[in-house]
């Protein structure tokens, strides 16, 4: 398994083309105008869909940019870490202001909410799974 995220190492300016193409789509998506016409029925749950498909989003932009900014010993600095999630939340911040001058598209502090704990999330288990459970090895008991 080392061998396979050794060889994704390797590839660090695909990662960082995957990682800015899925930004920008992020941001496509997200000042697109909505006209309304797929309104779902009212729910008595505080809940919409539409939060786990912003957790999702950005879950994928936090592996992806985790998975390229790992070096060779598949370590990533904590201020790294901390430099994306902060970048991440202006943007997800701005992003979400946006939507007030875009028709049929409102802010929602949810929505960012949702956007922040996504790229934490896919910051975290990317580096969690790659760095910790793949890389060190099956645990043997003794």
Do not use: C
């Not at 995957?18 to 909505?34: A, R």
């Not at 934490?120 to 793949?134: C, D, E, H, N, S």
């Amino acid at each position: 398994m080392k061998q396979f995220f050794s060889k994704i190492v390797q590839y660090k300016t695909l990662l960082l083309i995957l990682s800015i193409t899925w930004l920008v789509f992020l941001v496509v998506l997200s000042l697109i105008p909505y006209d309304g016409s797929d309104i779902l029925p009212e729910t008595d749950s505080d809940f919409r869909w539409d939060y786990l498909e912003h957790f999702a989003g950005y879950f994928i932009l936090g592996g992806l940019i985790t998975l390229w900014r790992f070096d060779r010993n598949f370590r990533l600095p904590l201020l790294e870490i901390i430099l994306v999630l902060g970048a991440g939340f202006i943007v997800s911040f701005l992003l979400e202001y946006a939507q007030v001058f875009i028709p049929g598209r409102s802010f929602n502090i949810v929505d960012a909410a949702y956007n922040i704990s996504g790229l934490a999330a896919g910051i975290l288990g990317a580096w969690f799974i790659i760095g910790r459970l793949i890389l060190s090895g099956p645990v043997r008991s003794e």
